[in-house]
T-cell receptor, first 113, second 111 residues
Framework: DTAVSQTPKYLVTQMGNDKSIKCEQN?????MYWYKQDSKKFLKIMFS???????INETVPNRFSPKSPDKAHLNLHINSLELGDSAVYFC????????????FGQGTRLTVV | AQSVTQPDIHITVSEGASLELRCNYS??????LFWYVQSPGQGLQLLLK??????LVQGIKGFEAEFKRSQSSFNLRKPSVHWSDAAEYFC?????????FGQGTRLTINP
């Protein structure tokens, strides 16, 4: 059983398109995140949700819109894709927003051409 | 604000040799610290964590890390590396509702 699963694993799309990445966790966690890993492997928080409520929006462009239909799912929709959006996007979850580790999905490699 | 520095971008060691990856953090209160490993094309796997108590923590795959408050460090060690340890290693500190990661250290193993 995959704890945190993301789909798709790979996504290649043209500039200007709109795309979504889905994430689901079966760990019963309250908190979910989206991280972006750039070409230099640097990991940066984008969003954090706790029980479907947005907690962190880390200066991410409005083209990125997370949606959490329930606490087990956190999807990421991206409008008007740009070349600079090419990266690996990781979904993660943790039991709560307190001092715990996060469990990561396998990542979605997004390539904008 | 919390921050993590991993001074070594890339380290190469021979198989069977010992390993130490450095991590320095900046955090005002008692830090909650983590080491993650990322194999090529994979997600991040937790190796070990420090919350409190014994400053030497044991993790999976034979890794350990030592928390030194006086040096603001949380270095990762392994006495004898295996070829399968080749990967990217990330140190992280728990901040307000998020993990803050270092830049990562890429580990290459020579046969």
């Amino acid at each position: 059983d995959t704890a945190v699963s993301q789909t798709p694993k790979y996504l290649v799309t043209q500039m200007g398109n709109d795309k979504s990445i889905k994430c689901e966790q079966n760990l019963g966690h309250d908190t979910m995140y989206w991280y972006k890993q750039d070409s230099k492997k640097f990991l940066k928080i984008m969003f954090s949700y706790n029980n479907k409520e947005l907690i962190i929006n880390e200066t991410v462009p409005n083209r990125f819109s997370p949606k959490s239909p329930d606490k087990a799912h956190l999807n990421l929709h991206i409008n008007s894709l740009e070349l600079g959006d090419s990266a690996v996007y990781f979904c993660a979850s943790s039991p709560r927003t307190g001092n715990t580790e996060a469990f990561f999905g396998q990542g979605t490699r997004l390539t904008v051409v | 604000a919390q921050s993590v520095t991993q001074p070594d971008i890339h380290i190469t060691v021979s198989e069977g040799a010992s390993l130490e990856l450095r991590c320095n953090y900046s955090y005002g209160a008692t830090p909650y610290l983590f080491w993650y490993v990322q194999s090529p094309g994979q997600g991040l796997q937790l190796l070990l964590k420090y919350f409190s108590g014994d400053t030497l923590v044991q993790g999976i795959k034979g890794f350990e890390a030592e928390f030194k408050r006086s040096q603001s460090s949380f270095n990762l060690r392994k006495p004898s590396v295996h070829w399968s340890d080749a990967a990217e290693y990330f140190c992280a500190v728990r901040g307000a509702q998020k993990l803050v990661f270092g830049q990562g250290t890429r580990l290459t193993i020579n046969p």
